[in-house]
């Protein structure tokens, strides 16, 4: 019986067991090895680690975690998990079965795209989901909002700090732009393109630009898209977590979830998706764990 269980070897995952480790306590981290951000160059906005690449962290926080004996790391996929009236049972990959008191899950999420040509192929060096991560990179060069319904101007605003060569393209989905929102939005150099997208063209690196389905094209060094719902990790759904209509764990203080026992940091969570904000839902969720672990051996 470990004291506590994390799955997924991101930053919430791995700073988590950091957090643990220096508690002195028994940690199972197992991590299937398909990182969310493994298309991404590098990791922008982390105190110190700016721009370094998503693997040479991950490395690293592993040799950090080698000094900590109490803490075991496999490379294995956590395949079920269920509630017992200790704690939590998990069944692995290989067949074996691990029990801890508590849980981390800190699986991140599996990003869902439109489905638009190009779109995937340019996914991580073109195509984006947070301005904040990779706006300066593609800072004053022609960029794309794809955006719909009640996200739309707001997304398509967020990108003119970035730049003023802004488009913003519904793909022909539902969207009502009021008179005062379009004079807001070309009062900030934002073209609005109502038609639908037919593919992302560029040159194998880089896109460079929109074609849409009535021939028009834009110019486009970077596509930014609106929040999208994303799937959930099977574990939080198995295990009865709520979840909002984005596919998101609204966790509460401490990462805690309506599940006792169990905590949900990183990308799945509510907060928003930067490597150093799950790193620091990974602390937290340690924190909490620990303090209930301790609170439960002293009753």
Not at 89 to 102: F, H, I, P, W
Request: aromatic content about 6%; glycine content about 10%; charged content about 20%.
């Amino acid at each position: 019986m470990h004291d506590v269980i994390i799955v997924g070897g991101g930053p919430a995952g791995l700073n988590a067991a950091l957090i643990l480790g220096r508690c002195r306590r028994d940690v199972l981290l197992c991590d299937a090895g398909t990182p969310r951000n493994a298309v991404t160059a590098r990791t922008w906005g982390v105190f110190t680690r700016d721009g370094t690449p998503p693997l040479v962290l991950r490395a690293k926080a592993e040799a950090d975690l080698a000094r900590y004996d109490t803490v075991v790391r496999r490379e294995v996929e956590v395949v079920s998990a269920q509630r017992r009236d200790d704690g939590f049972t998990v069944t692995l990959s290989d067949g074996t079965e691990a029990q801890a008191r508590k849980l981390i899950l800190a699986t991140g999420l599996h990003q869902a795209l439109p489905d638009v040509d190009g779109f995937e192929a340019y996914w991580g060096h073109g195509v984006h989901s947070c301005p904040y991560c990779d706006g300066y990179e593609n800072r004053d060069r022609p960029l794309v909002a794809y955006a719909y319904g009640a996200a739309a101007k707001g997304m398509a605003l967020e990108l003119t700090v970035w730049s003023r060569d802004v488009t913003l393209c519904t793909d022909a989905k539902t969207t009502a732009f009021s008179p005062r929102d379009r004079e807001q939005l070309e009062g900030m150099n934002v073209t609005i393109v109502e038609t639908a997208i037919r593919r992302l063209e560029g040159d194998g690196e880089q896109p460079n630009r929109i074609v849409f389905v009535d021939g028009g094209t834009r110019p486009c060094h970077a596509v930014f898209l609106m929040p999208m719902p994303c799937d959930p990790s099977r574990l939080i759904t198995q295990l009865g977590c709520d979840l909002t209509q984005t596919g998101i764990v609204p966790t509460g203080a401490y990462e805690t979830t309506n599940v006792p026992g169990l905590f949900v940091a990183g990308d799945a969570s509510r907060r928003v998706q930067f490597a150093v904000v799950a790193a620091a839902e990974g602390a937290m969720a340690a924190f909490a764990a620990n303090t209930e672990l301790l609170r439960a051996d002293v009753a």
